[in-house]
């Protein structure tokens, strides 16, 4: 008797045991937004959530890495990445936050977010920028120099890397490459077959450079709304289009739009061509890795062609906010900046006089407070349709 009184009781201190181990991150755990662990000190665990392509998961490997043994927090916070693999899942993350907070969910481990532009704006449109942390300055001092502003979510989100569609041309066959979208029409006009952009569906690349091409005659709102109305303001864009087909890359005899970023790229650094839209990253990637020709730059042109900044969010229903803006400052130190850069080409955000920029000195000349972020929602898919009904059909 005494015997099974024994394992009962010491059943029952193992199951509480168990279930005290197990407690999820729901609404009744005893956390809280604020990051306090419940014992007075700093929780440590921070959750960055992140999606993208591979290239992008191997650098925040490498970043969450530095911020963990080298950074200033390194033993105060540890963070965890969980990245989702852009296009392997039916729902994205950008969907899995939306869902935790219409489910009135509290105390997550969406402590800290990476998200795109157009991810941004989705998200705002579907559960709004009240469901993220309104940032305090003073709690991201190395954001102090930071002049690039989201046009979405401003105060909710902090910009840290930039990205954008540039001119990449051939300096050894154009010296002086063009500062103007008028610019650029002359020089097609006076170099015929030596200019290409990729097919929009395709690739960013060429989508920006026909999509601005066409919104360079519509109102600034248009670029980041999915009205239907501007469909039909399309018109004066698309014959701009039509107007320059003729000057476009010829193979055969026939005028060849290329499939994807690359294809265009390739084509500049087989000397096909000597110039084409591509993002800044993508050609100094390639160029500081021996891929394409030293002699290939980049340029920005007025009106700019599209461009991204990349920003963190702390969304109100994490579980450490102070660690979270741990991270987020990191992310704008001389350190993290510079990581970027090597790793992946990324526009620094930041005074980059301190940072090694050896290899990639074009970014500098970049102004990432003149891009233009592109949001048309499922407008995309109608411009992309009309672009291959009007302009790839033509003879």
């Known amino acids: 008797m005494k015997r099974r009184l024994f394992a009962m009781l010491l059943s029952a201190v193992m199951l509480t045991a168990l279930l005290t181990g197990c407690g999820g991150k729901d609404s009744g755990s005893g956390g809280s937004s604020s990051g306090d662990s419940g014992s007075g000190e700093p929780k440590k665990a921070v959750s960055l959530w992140a999606t993208g392509s591979d290239n992008v998961r191997e650098i925040f490997e490498a970043l969450v890495s530095d911020f963990n043994t080298n950074s200033e927090y390194a033993g105060q916070y540890e963070v965890t990445l969980q990245f989702m693999l852009s296009g392997t899942g039916a729902q994205t993350l950008a969907d899995m936050l939306s869902a935790a907070s219409k489910a009135g969910q509290t105390n997550t481990d969406y402590d800290i977010v990476d998200l795109s532009g157009d991810d941004l704006s989705k998200l705002v449109s579907l559960i709004g920028q009240e469901q993220f942390v309104k940032l305090d300055s003073a709690k991201i001092p190395n954001a102090a120099s930071v002049e690039a502003k989201s046009s979405i979510a401003d105060g ?30 002359e020089w097609m006009k006076n170099n015929p077959g030596r200019f290409a952009y990729n097919t929009p569906g395709t690739g960013g690349a060429g989508d920006s450079f026909a999509r601005s091409s066409v919104y360079n005659f519509l109102p600034e709102e248009a670029f980041t709304s999915d009205d239907e109305k501007w469909t039909g303001e399309w018109d004066e864009g698309f014959n701009f289009l039509k107007e320059i087909h003729p000057y476009m890359y010829a193979s055969g005899g026939s005028i060849v739009y290329p499939n994807k970023n690359q294809g265009t790229l390739d084509l500049l650094n087989q000397g096909e061509i000597d110039m084409c839209p591509n993002w800044a990253d993508m050609v100094l990637s390639q160029r500081a890795s021996g891929e394409i020709k030293d002699s290939i730059k980049i340029t920005q042109i007025e009106p700019a062609l599209t461009g ?67 949001s048309i929602g499922g407008l995309s898919t109608s411009f992309n349709e009309r672009w291959d009904n009007e302009i790839a059909t033509i003879g």
Do not use: H, W
């Open 156 to 185: 909710y989100c902090q910009p840290y890397r930039g990205t954008t569609v540039i001119l990449a041309y051939d300096s050894a066959k154009v010296p002086t490459p063009p500062a103007t979208m008028d610019e650029l029409v």
């Open 308 to 374: 991204s900044l990349q920003s963190l969010v702390i969304p109100t229903f994490g579980s450490n906010t102070e660690g979270a803006y741990a991270f987020m400052n990191y992310m704008l130190s001389p350190a993290a900046q510079e990581l970027m850069v090597k790793q992946m080409a990324a526009i620094p955000l930041i005074d980059a006089s301190t940072m090694d920029m050896t290899g990639y000195e074009d970014l500098q000349g970049l102004d990432v407070s003149n891009f233009r972020l592109q």
